[in-house]
């Protein structure tokens, strides 16, 4: 990078503060508006225009129930020139969760769906953002990936990135910035690596013979097979992977039985494997279906395993994350905190085909407690943090897409 252009470049990230601080009372308002009528996965299109309209470009073509609006930069930019040209894509999320509100905000919504995961802020960030780029314009331009279904399958991740929508543009580079409760406000992570776990749903189906309970000897307990398995699961993490790797077996749901004196004759387990390593993944998937059969048929009964695929691991391209990593604090941000957990998102489906960086922003300790709860509000302020990060990222990109 030469003297001059980072110069330039910082007169240039002035302009653009200056002027996503001018969108914050617009994008503050959109937010509550987005916030007080939200939409579940698979039904966004009402908020997807919503956004598309802010961001200038209420034509933009749609990638089932999102869609990707281009913004080209300013008059005297250089930026955006044209369509040819790469672009940063920037993503925000779409979907709000199926959860009653319990924030007391005089925006909250009544409609029995809530953003209980900071998408709300996710998108007023980005038309802040998106709005200060069309109007000064920047080295590049930039796709504003206005995504659907992140809480639920199938994946909109995997709609958009498999698009020919998507294959029309060319994309150097995909950022996206998500809220997280555990990091203090005005925090934000560029890091590179692993920093969401890949995740797969996992159904162990376990077949018996019912009985009467006072005569267990004449059927097969799918029950204490179900019991067994769940407990020998837990030995998998401990004793099979290595101690430095994070992965986790969960079962969230046991359905089993009807009354209390009597052996049904099918249980059925369903839970969560996370993993940080393809490898790890393989050899859980490996394992938790070894075991479960193993077990289930110790205690006479039979056990079919079904494992779905979900989203692969989320791992930050180094040289983007720092190169972003370097614009944060110039643009008022505190780089920090080591953030990497056995949550999963689905931008890990662009990670896999572009060089891509997840930023997590922090809401605070006081936002108690955190994400998927009906009292999650993180604060206005939050939307100058995501705008700020999303600045950074593309700065950063920009730096990355420019060569050495
Ligand atoms: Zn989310």
Known sequence: MTASRVTADQELAGRLLAAIEAELPAATELRHQIHREPDLGGHEERTATRIAEALGDPGAPWVTQGRLVRITGGA???????????????RTELDALPLTEETGAPWASVNGAMHACGHDVHMAGLVAFGRALRAVGGPRPVLAVLQPREEVSPSGALDVVSSAELAAVPVGAFVAVHMHASLRPGTITAQGGPVNASSDDLTISIEGRPAHAAYPHMGRDPIVA???TIMALQHLVSRRIDPMHPSVVTIGKVQAGAVGNAIPGSAVLTGSIRAFDEADRDLLHATVTETAELTARSDGCEATVNIVRGEPVLRNDPRLAAAT????TRVGLDPGGDMRSCGADDFSYYNAKYPSLMCFAGTGEDVVPGLHHPAFLPPDEAIFDVARAMLAGYLGACDLLAGP
Do not use: F, N, Y
């Open 226 to 228: 179900a019991a067994g």
């Open 76 to 90: 005297g930019s250089g930026g955006g020139r044209g369509p040819d040209e790469m672009h940063v894509a920037v």
């Open 325 to 328: 990593a370097a614009w944060l």
